[in-house]
């Protein structure tokens, strides 16, 4: 099986995980969270989201959280922007990295930022040029690439159109995203196989939801394409707000399992991260969903 | 993506999926779940073990289940058995086709059989021996071939020597089981690799637990490698009697979700399937466990 020999996993769930979560979580417990995942090996965490808190109350204390965190040299802090206010706020916390985002599907756009496409694309160009003027990289993220929850199925031209247009932007990365979580290895092949004519493999991110038990498919789909950097929640955090209750991001632990036993390098500690894992849910008064925290919980021997 | 059109798909939620349950569930319940299976599409469904009631007393009423249910002439009703006694029964329940079990790895042969594995053979050879007689087909299965739960990995000549022996013995079809569910796709290649220098494709079935998360990937690379017969049970049910609490088989929603969406006929209606789903955890009064069936329970659409 021919698979990459590195895989980069980057850490969602102080962002993705956390954003739909409606019990509130302390700052103090968010900044001893991302302290402990920043001693697993991980070279990328998305830290928070710098949405008006309107939007997402949890995310309300990002500033906070950024400032609080102990950094360290080797891994990438990332937070998500909306506009040119939350890069401005980004900028004041000294993240990193910005992430923007949007939508393949018109009515997602819509309904989860309130523009158009069309009419999203100059607010997210000026939130590049600034972030580049601040010698800050970008991450684009691109949702509802494999099915929409207003549209389902998407066309391939409207994110070929998308993805094109946050290159054009400068951006150094973009995520291609499953947000409902439907999609299977063979449309996974068909849009990467589409992909792959104009952009750079490196320069692409897979990240995908497990709402409905195929996430881990995908990605090995992905990685027998080459494609090398996944996203991903620990614990499975996130759930999906189309489908209240269901599961939620890949899970890293349940990615981790799979990488370590097909000799795929991440240079995260399996043993740190499920640690990471007890403590959140211990904090969030609940217990994750995915595979291995499921085990743990249960008391089940790990083999 | 090189796969196969047509898989089938082997129900053995009746007899694996519900071995493991301590609960009693009624004779009449699972009859009418059975029933209700047989109206799915469903070609083969493993009704229940005739494994001495002291081991699984759940399956204590084997012979009254295959009694009392409404046969379809196009589906094959099996069931499992130990020995002699065993197919002796299995006979008077008048099943189609009969399944014989035993272990790759040395220990959990011992710890579920009580026999080594050379002392099984020559029990399983009568068995096999007094079906063809009787004009049943045979099916085998061989567990642990993708780690022991006592020995861990376990190694590929230990499961060819089985193999071998099995087919030695005519039984027509083998299934090869990830027990403890700790396969991951890499692995799965090596293993079918290894078996496809000595048996045929089309008589081997893969049987997977979805312990760690990976039995839809470890699917995808069977079907890749040309296998289409697959074994799971409706709902994920199961569990894994090492792992406490953990998933338990390969779901049947879940793989269907996956083989419907990347356009491989099984034959099999989804929404019968689900509903069929809700009747049996209802009877149990608990929540299954598969995505498909937590989407269900937590009134999530589906996309």
């Not at 409207?158 to 063979?186: Q, R, W, Y």
């Not at 493999?201 to 990685?223: E, R, S």
């Not at 707000?241 to 990615?255: E, F, Q, R, V």
Request: hydrophobic share 35%; charged share 20%.
């Amino acid at each position: 099986m021919n698979l990459p020999q590195n895989v980069t996993v980057k850490e969602v769930g102080p962002r993705d995980g956390l954003q739909n979560e409606q019990e509130m979580i302390s700052t103090e417990d968010k900044v001893e969270w991302i302290n402990q995942l920043s001693e697993t090996g991980l070279s990328y965490i998305e830290i928070s989201s710098f949405v008006h808190p309107k939007w997402i109350p949890q995310l309300g204390d990002a500033l906070e959280v950024a400032k609080a965190i102990k950094r360290k040299e080797d891994i990438t802090y990332a937070a998500l922007v909306p506009n040119r206010k939350g890069l401005e706020r980004a900028l004041e916390a000294n993240v990193d990295e910005v992430s923007i985002f949007m939508s393949a599907s018109e009515s997602h756009n819509k309904k989860n930022i309130n523009k158009s496409i069309e009419e999203t694309f100059p607010v997210l160009q000026e939130v590049v040029e600034e972030a580049k003027q601040e010698h800050k990289s970008v991450r684009g993220y691109i949702s509802t690439v494999f099915g929409c929850p207003y549209e389902g199925p998407v066309s391939i031209d409207h994110t070929l159109k998308v993805c094109n247009e946050l290159f054009e932007m400068g951006i150094d990365e973009l995520s291609i995203g499953d947000t409902i979580g439907v999609a299977n290895p063979v449309q996974v092949e068909e849009v990467l196989t589409s992909l792959d004519k104009y952009f750079d493999k490196d320069q692409l991110a897979l990240h995908f939801h497990n709402t409905h038990g195929t996430a881990l498919a995908n990605v090995l789909t992905a990685m027998q394409l080459g494609y090398h950097t996944f996203d991903s929640a620990l614990g499975g955090l996130g759930g999906c707000p189309y489908a209240k209750g269901a599961s939620g991001n890949l899970a890293t632990d349940d990615l981790l399992y799979m990488l370590q036993g097909m000799n795929v390098n991440t240079g995260i500690d399996h043993e740190r991260i499920l640690e990471a894992g007890k403590y959140i849910q211990q904090k969030m008064n609940k217990s994750l969903p995915s595979h291995h925290m499921q085990i743990l919980n249960k008391g089940g021997a790990f083999l």
